[in-house]
């Protein structure tokens, strides 16, 4: 897949295909089916940055979500291949870190999905919010090329605004 095709650059690619058991009754992807993607996709993306799922476990630390903001625009259907690319946009390296992501159909470029999920971490224990382990604070943090395009032009992911060609 070109690298044009996705808002920033280097992102992680969890690759999917949509499998009949996610279709709805209008025979397409269901909502609730992206949702879930997104959780598949970050739990992909945090394993390859050194924070497996045990990881949580060892910590007693989990990155919750606590805002969600999702751009439907396309649909998906039964066998479509697709990517879903995700990068760590923001991070206080103390609490709070945002994830971007985009859902994009390889055979006809198109993107289906953009996405805002903001996190926060929390002590599993009490469910409170608490400062982030330090190898949490060092993985969670924005690539320098996604700072510098974020900077260079900060409307990729605003709510119900498509970026034009």
Not at 123 to 133: A, C, V
Request: proline fraction near 8%; charged fraction near 25%; aromatic fraction near 10%.
């Amino acid at each position: 897949m070109s690298t044009s095709t996705w808002d920033l650059p280097d992102p992680f690619i969890h690759r999917l295909r949509a499998r009949p058991a996610d279709l709805d009754a209008y025979n397409h992807v269901n909502n609730a089916v992206y949702v879930r993607w997104l959780d598949e996709c970050a739990w992909a993306h945090s394993t390859a940055l050194g924070l497996p799922p045990e990881s949580t476990v060892t910590t007693r630390r989990g990155m919750a979500v606590w805002r969600t903001q999702l751009n439907y625009l396309a649909s998906a259907y039964e066998g479509d291949e697709l990517e879903l690319g995700t990068w760590i946009v923001s991070s206080d390296r103390k609490l709070r870190c945002d994830r971007r992501f985009q859902l994009v159909r390889p055979a006809d470029g198109r993107t289906l999905l953009r996405a805002l999920l903001h996190y926060v971490c929390i002590d599993l224990d009490s469910g409170r919010p608490r400062r982030m382990p330090e190898e949490y604070s060092r993985a969670y943090g924005p690539l320098d090329t996604v700072v510098a395009a974020l900077a260079a032009d900060p409307t990729p992911f605003q709510p119900g605004v498509e970026p034009q060609a």
